[in-house]
């Protein structure tokens, strides 16, 4: 089992920057990707960016040059730095873990992001 738990999440106005942080606990395998999906209302749940444990990343066309996703992997961390903050990023943002060749993953309860205009 593997727990997450998000924080960093709060109200921002746009052009604001906020940094989301995500902790790992539990039973992480060395091969791993670590992500942040958002969900706003009446949306699907989308990713935002992803960071797999060899330091690949990848990011949703909407967010790149806004937003970093980067992780420690000594203390199974992932963080997002979200900057230029526009209100369309308004949503939850959820934390994920998965293990390439598992089918299962994993996530936190989400953090709230409030970007005001």
């Known amino acids: 089992q593997v727990q997450l738990v998000e924080s960093g999440g709060g109200l921002v106005q746009a052009g604001g920057s906020l940094r989301l942080s995500c902790a790992a606990s539990g039973t992480i395998l060395s091969i791993n990707v670590m992500g942040w999906y958002r969900q706003a209302p009446g949306k699907q749940r989308e990713l935002v960016a992803a960071v797999r444990s060899g330091g690949s990343t990848n990011y949703a066309d909407s967010v790149k040059g806004r937003f970093t996703i980067s992780r420690d992997n000594a203390k199974s961390t992932v963080f997002l730095q979200m900057n230029s903050l526009k209100p369309e990023d308004t949503a939850v943002y959820y934390c994920?873990?998965?293990?390439?060749?598992?089918?299962?993953?994993?996530w936190g309860k989400g953090t709230l992001v409030t970007v005001s205009s």
């Open positions: 994920n873990v998965r293990f390439p060749g598992y089918a299962v993953d994993y």
